[in-house]
């Protein structure tokens, strides 16, 4: 391999890692969830003001789970819950999370 | 007699406040259910890809709730706000009545603590 090379090796490897969603590792997100379970563990839990059923999200689609914190978390979707829980999340914890959840059988 | 007729009253009223006052039919929101099982599929339970969540066994209430919130704009995606900016109450009654009684591996955290 020619030593021009490596440097473009490098950048692919760089652009990779940074593009789009990190990795999940869905053990380290099982432990993050804990908190999730306040709300989302208990059957038929209601969301006060207005008054519906807080998701089921174990098992949910992953990347539907990671754009969804995501969101929240910027605030493009509204909660003031789940807007609290997301801004403590980083993009890590974040796929973590979605990792484990969308595993939960 | 007079009392259970007041308590219908208020239920209805609380239903209407919850813009759920009509009468879900699951069987007519099966039928306008084609277009959502081309992306979250025919169960609402095998989505097309990762992006789409499963709406299958969801509850019920929270698939009225994520409905009027695309149909008002108040959730945005692209998508699903031209899907549900024609619904109709009912319409939404009944397909969230349809999808929320489908089989599916949602499930609350509780769940999968065994």
Redesign the interface.
Known sequence: MRPALLPLLALAALTAATDGHAAGNAEQGEKL?YT??GC?????YKNAY???????????????LV?ALSAYKIG???HPTMAAQAQSLSEQDIADIAAY??S?? | MRIIHFTLACATLLAAGNGQAVTADSGAGQQASAVCAACHGPDGSRPIDANTPMIGGQYVDYLVKVLQDYRSGARVNVVMNGQAANLTDQDIANLAAWFSSQNSPLKDLRDSDD
């Open positions: 969830t999730c379970t989302h563990g208990v059957a038929g207005p008054n519906y059923s807080v998701p089921k999200i174990g098992g949910q689609s992953e990347t539907y754009n493009d979707r509204k959840l969308s939960v059988k």
